[in-house]
């Protein structure tokens, strides 16, 4: 399971509102201020979809990736589960 | 308060550079936390910054005469008290908000190379940001700069701020920024986390004799914390 928690200000919510319509994503929250976007094999974040600068784009997993990242580009980056200990 | 002001110590007589600044070990054992004397200490806001310069004409040229930043103080001394200390200058440009940026000229001194400036971010990270108080405001900053002839970044959009960057004569970075909102509650819990991720994972890895490998690995501890914070709330 991969888990994003999000912190719930605004420079990083479009990261829960891109995901809604997404189907095998779970969204949950806010929960003392963070949504958590939850997904059993994959995560896609699409930087233009989310209208997101480059400096904020680059810490997109500040409030916590429990997952691996699989591709980390200037537009797209994907996230897979992890065995690794957290 | 214990101290009287004529009796107190004054820097410029100590006997010793590391008496007079204070330089202390950087050694944390055996010192005390606030938490521990229930004294609350607290800053209002900056005074001056302050750097070294070797190019004193070019200095107050660009900081009075381009930027305008009125000069509004200035010491001169022979000497400082502790051996080898050259006379100097030290001036001061202000800066709003009764904060100056402040420059000390070291009269017959040349730069060492390793006050060399350098095209890395390691040498960038020691830089001051200035505020401005709006879009408007840092806007003109940029576009009047850029019109007087000065190379200015383009706009980066951090977290909560907006800022600009360009560099003075000597090579220092200035940063002019404004708040795109106030930090929240929310905000200092995230810092807490985040750092206490950080914290763990850097007192692991020395303690396994490594570097930490990337904040991947700083994302992950994260987001054990944040799941721990959360179910506190259940």
């Not at chain 1, 999000?6 to 829960?16: G, H, K, L, S």
């Not at chain 2, 820097?11 to 938490?35: C, I, P, Q, R, W």
């Not at chain 2, 960038?124 to 007087?148: I, N, S």
């Amino acid at each position: 399971m991969i888990e994003v928690h999000v912190i719930d200000v605004p420079e990083f919510r479009a990261m829960v509102d891109t995901m809604r319509e997404k189907p095998a994503v779970t969204i949950s929250g806010p929960v003392k201020g963070y949504w958590t976007i939850s997904a059993t094999d994959e995560l896609t974040f699409d930087r233009k979809a989310m209208k997101m600068k480059p400096a904020v784009w680059y810490g997109i997993f500040t409030g916590g990736l429990n997952g691996e990242v699989a591709h980390w580009g200037r537009d797209e980056v994907r996230v897979v589960g992890t065995s690794r200990s957290f | 308060m214990t101290e009287k002001l004529a009796t107190r110590d004054d820097a410029s007589s100590a006997k010793s550079f590391n008496e007079a600044m204070g330089v202390g070990t950087g050694d944390l054992a055996g010192v005390k936390h606030a938490v521990e004397d229930g004294i609350r200490l607290a800053l209002h806001g900056v005074d001056h910054t302050a750097r070294p310069t070797w190019k004193l004409n070019e200095t107050v040229e660009f900081y009075r005469d381009v930027l305008g930043l009125p000069l509004v103080h200035a010491i001169t001394a022979r000497g400082w008290g502790p051996p080898g200390h050259h006379d100097f200058l030290h001036f001061f440009f202000d800066a709003g908000k009764g904060a100056t940026i402040a420059f000390f000229y070291y009269i017959g001194s040349e730069r060492p190379e390793k006050y060399a400036p350098e095209a890395h971010h390691f040498y960038f990270a020691t830089h001051t940001a200035w505020a401005v108080d709006c879009e408007e405001e840092l806007v003109t900053w940029k576009e009047t700069l850029e019109t007087r002839g000065i190379q200015v970044s383009p706009y980066t959009r951090h977290e909560i701020l907006e800022s600009i960057y360009f560099t003075d004569p000597n090579g220092y970075p200035v940063e002019i920024t404004r708040r795109l909102r106030d930090t929240e509650s929310i905000d200092e819990v995230d810092a807490r986390l985040t750092m206490q991720a950080a914290m763990d994972v850097e007192s692991e890895a020395r303690a396994a004799g490594r570097l930490i490998e990337d904040i991947d690995t700083v994302w992950r501890r994260k987001a054990k914390l944040v799941n721990a914070y959360k179910e506190d709330a259940q």
